[in-house]
């Protein structure tokens, strides 16, 4: 169901540009579910996806997580993003950037995001 991209140790996360591949609807208290589509073969979209209750996966995110998506807009880098989670919670989201850039991380290798830089390269 889910791809997994490959690590990118190379690459500095501060630098980066995330953009969310998935669209997400916003819950109570502004948590975020990200909605993942069950299938993506052409054949089973067309056939099995109308008979079932939700095309979509609800993956939920916390405050932290839900903040961190929203930012994600494909203008802001990691380090803009961190500065601004930062004064947006305090202390309480400290380390803020190993915690930003380990979700980022998660969310590239299953490919809920992609980074601006990285499609250009290709």
């Not at 791809?3 to 140790?9: A, G, I, V």
């Not at 996360?13 to 969310?20: A, F, G």
């Not at 850039?101 to 995001?113: E, N, S």
Request: proline content about 4%; overall charge positive.
């Amino acid at each position: 169901m889910f791809k997994k991209n490959k690590n990118l140790s190379e690459v500095n996360y501060l630098e980066l540009t995330p953009i969310r591949n998935y669209n997400h609807i916003e819950e109570e208290k502004n948590k975020v579910s990200v909605l993942v589509p069950r299938f993506t073969n052409k054949f089973l979209v067309k056939y099995l996806v109308p008979r079932l209750k939700s095309p979509d996966i609800k993956v939920k995110l916390d405050k932290f997580g839900s903040a961190a998506w929203l930012k994600a807009d494909g203008n802001k880098n990691v380090q803009l993003i961190c500065d601004e989670l930062l004064s947006e919670f305090g202390e309480e989201i400290n380390p803020v950037v190993e915690r930003v850039t380990k979700f980022y991380t998660q969310l590239y290798q299953y490919q809920f995001i992609s980074f601006k830089e990285l499609k250009e390269r290709k």
